[in-house]
């Protein structure tokens, strides 16, 4: 009986594994988790779009295995949530590779999960520095904090900007572009006279906005998540007349993000950033991603976010050909590392030290183009490697 028991079970799962294992040998499962609704919505979007463009150009097989997209909601700032998606993707589907992430809190609340289940993870936006320092399987296409903020900071300084007040959404990225503004700025002779930190949920600028403009500095420095509360600080500046006051804005090109810029409309023009990409970036192959994008994306702006899910699956795509269609983390993160590719944005590295990218940050300031907003670049510093690890 109790042989026949346990034959009888192991006839099922040698079935099963008969049905179950060319599927699973030919298939390498990418579980992506991504803001897909709530206020962050359009990051899961923008991400996804590019993730997938890439797919569609160079086709989903790697290595003769076939890439499957899972794609789970955590539904923007909401670590529990990550997490709890994290696991599903690893126990019940079993996914090869974690991608995505949006903010910050997401990919702090997954990467303990990368170690455990010694899986890699492609960070496609969040952007704190030490994200990366979290697991060593963590390996990200999109930027830090620190590396677009201080070119910022050196541009003020050399264009007459000699006090700043520095406002910053209150949780990891901005308290990494706080420090580094008063680090960069300061050192060059600036002073940082007033600093802000605003709730990362549902910001109401319109209290503060009277008391910077009373304190009379050159210019505002800001971060906020890419989004409506950029587009809202804008309106308040506007409506309190800092502008008129003499005061300039500056920020990291999060501000003046291509998906809310037309919402921002004129009051975003001559609004100065720096950032590693924009949809105005002058090259060819810029020219043929957002091109490409129109066409597949009609009712989107490719922005930065959309440029790091491009990015995030060329990198895959790339490590399982040097690796043979290996995703097992080790195999997977040392072929990654320094891995080089001229992108829609420019030249990028994955940085073999840190698995973080190295890339070109631009200056740029938002222009009327043909009737468009854009994100015109005028000058760039070349191969900044992210300044918060240092
Ligand atoms: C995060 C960083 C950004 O630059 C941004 O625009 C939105 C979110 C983050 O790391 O949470």
Redesign the pocket.
Known sequence: MLLRHTLGLFAVASAAWGLMAPVQANTLKIGMILPMSGP?AA?GTQIQNGAKLYLSQHGDTVAGKKIELIIKDDTG?APEVSKRQAQELLIKDNVDILAGF??????FAVAPLSVQAKKPMVVM????SS?TSKSPYIVRT??T?PQ?TAPIASWAIKNGINTVYTVVAD???GHDAEAQFKKTFSAAGGHVIGELRTPVKNPDFAPYLQKIKDSKPDAIFM?????EQGVAFLKGFKERGLAEAGIQLIA?G?LT?EDVLDAMGDAALGVTTSFHYSEAHDSPENLAYTQAYAAAYPKNRPN??SVSGYDGMHLIMETLKKTQGDASADAFIAAAKGSSWISPRGRITIDPETRDIIQTVYIRKVENINGKLQNVEFDHIADVKDPGKQ
Do not use: E
Request: proline residues 10%.
């Open positions: 962050f990051y700032v949006g903010l910050t809190p997401s990919a936006n969040a952007a704190t994200v999109s930027f904090l677009t949780y990891g990225p971060f906020v998540p890419a989004g990291t999060d993000d930065f976010m």
